[in-house]
């Protein structure tokens, strides 16, 4: 499992939103298809975040759906 948030790039964790007919991905299932740590694809999702490139919504105490912003 790779740790190096630095590692990952954005079109990596952008590409699974393409990859799938769901609405939104969690942050655990994006971490899950590209076997890396979880707090490296939430790092990276802020980055994408603070870009306008993905929004996201608390759905409970610690959950958190996350989609990419369309064009």
Do not use: C
């Not at 790039?9 to 942050?27: C, G, I, M, S, Y």
């Not at 979880?38 to 759906?65: P, T, W």
């Amino acid at each position: 499992m790779v740790a190096n948030r630095d590692r990952l790039t954005a079109e990596e964790v952008l590409q699974q939103f393409e990859k799938t007919d769901a609405p939104f991905l969690t942050a655990t299932e994006i971490a899950d298809e590209l076997d890396v740590q979880r707090q490296a694809i939430h790092y990276r999702l802020q980055k994408l975040l603070d870009e306008g490139a993905v929004e996201r919504k608390e759905a409970g105490s610690r959950a958190v759906g996350w989609w990419r912003v369309q064009d």
